[in-house]
């Protein structure tokens, strides 16, 4: 309700001050005397584009400002102040528009800045300006839905009903979602298991590919390397040094100092002695083996084929490549029973919606007879006597208000009703958005 209205400096108006009792207010005065101004202002806490033009002569801005009465059923007008804290306990709003001559302005609620956009929010809910043909809330549909809700109180259920519409298309498109991956995977599954299969069939080794060049390198020398190492063993022969160490023996009979010479010749024969071992022993092991070089190089020849088939620069690559088109297919399966958990989720929550939309149908067909007897009864009080006022409930696509449409029908002269968005003139639709306000 509008308690209160303070216009300054607006056009025409210098300063205004209005206090408006409770019940109907009738405005009235002869042409030119400023009813349409007052509305004009009031119109700029609604949103309605201002500049300059609409400043008076008495200053470089006007100011409109008016305080509402917000009943405590108009949640949604509460929730929107709630959660910006800009709800108090006086039951009451302070809204407030400011106007430069810059043609910029700033907007206020209970003293708050806030922007145009949330002002126009919070009073648009407070306040409907009706002129002839402009009253096109009347003929929207959902708002003809909202008014029969109203008069069922089918808060609760429409509450309901909207969660379980939300989490209803949640799921059908997660579904669809699931669906073309799914298919998706289908067409290239095929060529995914012929790549994996490939994969597993090399049986991959971490690091085998470094180990087969080094083997291919020496098994493609061995008669080389077998022919170094033979060499060397002749060399490593240590005959002569035993010679030597004799005659170091016997010189030390005389000089005990070439003793230490022969001792430490006999360590240097130990340790030649022991490089000569393990020469012998590579040697002996060191095959000349053309079957083994053909194995080794044919390996070597399916790792490298595989590096570039699969663009991969190491079998590390090649290997995390296996693991993750394994890890495809295995989503395959888990794609399949998503896809089966979610038409089971779906089937319940369809349910579910149809049984509330059904509920809300059953309430809606019990009031709609209410709502025209009461309308027609508040149009005859408003010199519409013969007029005639229904209520049509008709199915509809499913939404978040259930599956109904309504039309308001309606005739002023008793004969057959049609839409009211077609038959009705200015004054008449007034009168019916008056008395559905009531």
Same mark, same amino acid.
């Given at each position: 309700?509008?308690r209160s209205?303070s216009?300054?400096n607006?056009?025409?108006?210098d300063?205004l001050d209005?206090?408006?009792?409770e019940?109907?207010v009738i ?8 009813k349409?101004?007052l ?8 949103g309605?584009?201002?500049?300059a033009?609409v ?6 801005n ?11 059923g +108009? ?15 006086? *039951?009451?709003?302070l809204a407030r528009r ?13 003293d ?11 009073c648009s809910?407070?306040v +409907?300006i009706? /002129? ?7 003929? !929207?549909?959902s ?6 809700? =109203?008069?069922?109180g089918n808060d ?6 909207a969660s379980? =519409?939300q989490?209803?298309?949640?799921l059908?498109r997660?579904y669809?979602d699931v ?6 995977l ?5 060529? &995914?298991r ?7 069939d090399?049986?991959l ?9 080094e083997?291919q390198?020496?098994?493609a020398?061995?008669?080389?390397i077998?022919e170094? &190492?033979?060499?060397a063993?002749r060399?490593l ?9 004799k005659l170091l023996?016997?010189?030390g009979? =005389?000089?005990p ?5 022969g ?5 240097a024969? *130990?340790e ?9 022993s ?11 070089l053909a ?7 399916l790792?490298? !084929?595989?590096?570039?088939r699969y663009s991969?620069?190491s ?6 490549q296996?693991?993750n088109?394994?890890?495809s ?5 888990a &794609?399949?029973?998503r ?8 089937g /319940?929550?369809?349910k579910?919606?149809?049984?509330i939309?059904?509920?809300l149908?059953? /309430?809606?067909e019990s009031?709609?007879?209410?709502l ?5 009864e508040?149009?005859r009080?408003?010199? &519409? ?8 409930l ?9 599956s109904?449409?309504?039309r308001?029908?309606?005739s002023?002269? *008793?004969?057959s009703p ?6 009705? /003139? ?7 958005m008056?008395?559905?306000k009531?």
């Open positions: 309700m509008l209205l216009v300054s607006y056009v025409l108006i300063s209005v206090v408006f009792p019940g109907l405005i009235t005065g002869q042409t030119g005397a400023g349409s101004i509305l004009g202002a009031l119109s700029l806490l609604l309605t584009k201002a500049d033009s400043i008076g002569a008495r200053g470089d006007c100011v409109v400002e008016a305080v509402f009465g917000i009943p405590e +108009d949640r949604e007008t509460w929730k929107l102040l709630r959660d910006n804290d800009l709800d108090d306990e006086s *039951g009451e709003i400011v106007v430069s001559s810059t043609g910029r302005s700033r907007s206020f609620i209970n708050s800045p806030v922007n145009l956009q949330f002002l126009q929010a919070v809910r407070l +409907d009706h /002129s002839q043909h402009q009253t096109l809330l009347l003929t !929207d549909k708002y003809q839905l909202s008014m029969l809700d =109203y008069l069922t609760t259920l429409l509450d309901r009903c379980s =519409y989490r209803l298309k949640s059908e997660e669809e669906s073309v991956r799914l298919a998706h289908s067409e290239e599954q095929d060529y &995914l012929s790549r994996l299969q490939r994969l597993e090399a049986r080794v971490e690091g085998e590919l470094e180990a087969l060049e083997e390198s020496m098994l020398n061995a008669e080389s077998k170094s &190492l033979s060499g063993e060399l022969d240590t005959a002569p040094l035993k010679e030597a160490r023996e016997k010189a009979g =005389y000089m100092e070439v003793l230490t010479l001792e430490r010749l006999e360590s024969r *130990g030649l002695n022991d490089i000569l071992d393990e020469v012998s590579i040697n002996s092991k060191t095959e000349i083996s053309e079957s083994r194995a080794v190089e044919d390996r070597m020849s790792l490298y !084929d595989l590096m570039k991969a620069s079998v590390s690559e090649l290997i995390l296996r693991d088109l394994s890890g297919l295995a989503d395959s399966g &794609l399949k029973d896809l089966e958990s979610l038409s089971k989720e779906i /319940s929550e369809r579910e919606y149809d049984t939309s059904s509920r149908h059953d /309430s809606r009031a709609k007879e209410r025209a007897d009461s309308i027609m508040s149009l009080s408003l010199e &519409l006597e013969r007029a005639v006022f229904k209520v049509e008709a199915d509809s696509s499913p939404g978040p208000t259930g109904n449409s309504v308001f029908l309606f002023a002269s *008793g004969a049609a839409d009211v968005a077609k038959c009705a /003139s200015g004054g008449e639709l007034s009168r019916l008056l008395s559905l009531a």
